[in-house]
């Protein structure tokens, strides 16, 4: 009986590991600048493309993804892709994530060439840059 039960258990989980993830993606309707969670600011192109986290504020807000940062915007400056829009979507979401990563790495090498700069002086201790 025991067996019988155990067998069940792994069929039902091998048939949820088997369904697809479902993910809305959305395109921007015009330039837009954003505050990403990192403490970026970035000017987003008309028709670029990233992953729907969430919608906030009775759906007056949207928040997107880029890579492992987010950010929020209005929900009425975007349209959510139909499925057969998505692939050609995710080829400019990952040029996006690309160039923010580029982005990211450029900063963290200049921050590592100057360390002085990066670390708080007790001078300076608790001042924020």
């Not at 309707?29 to 729907?52: H, I, N, S, Y």
């Amino acid at each position: 009986m025991k067996t019988v039960l155990l067998l069940l258990c792994l069929l039902a989980l091998a048939a949820s590991a088997d369904a697809k993830e479902f993910k809305l993606y959305a395109v921007l309707l015009d330039e837009t600048r954003v505050d990403l969670d990192d403490g970026a600011t970035w000017l987003m192109d008309k028709g670029d493309v990233f992953p729907v986290v969430m919608y906030k504020d009775m759906r007056k807000n949207i928040v997107l993804q880029l890579a492992g940062t987010q950010f929020k915007i209005e929900t009425k400056r975007v349209r959510i892709l139909e499925s057969n829009e998505v692939s050609e979507g995710l080829d400019n979401y990952r040029k996006n994530v690309q160039a923010y990563l580029d982005s990211k790495a450029k900063r963290l090498k200049s921050e590592l060439q100057t360390p002085a700069a990066a670390q708080p002086t007790a001078a300076g201790a608790g001042q924020t840059q």
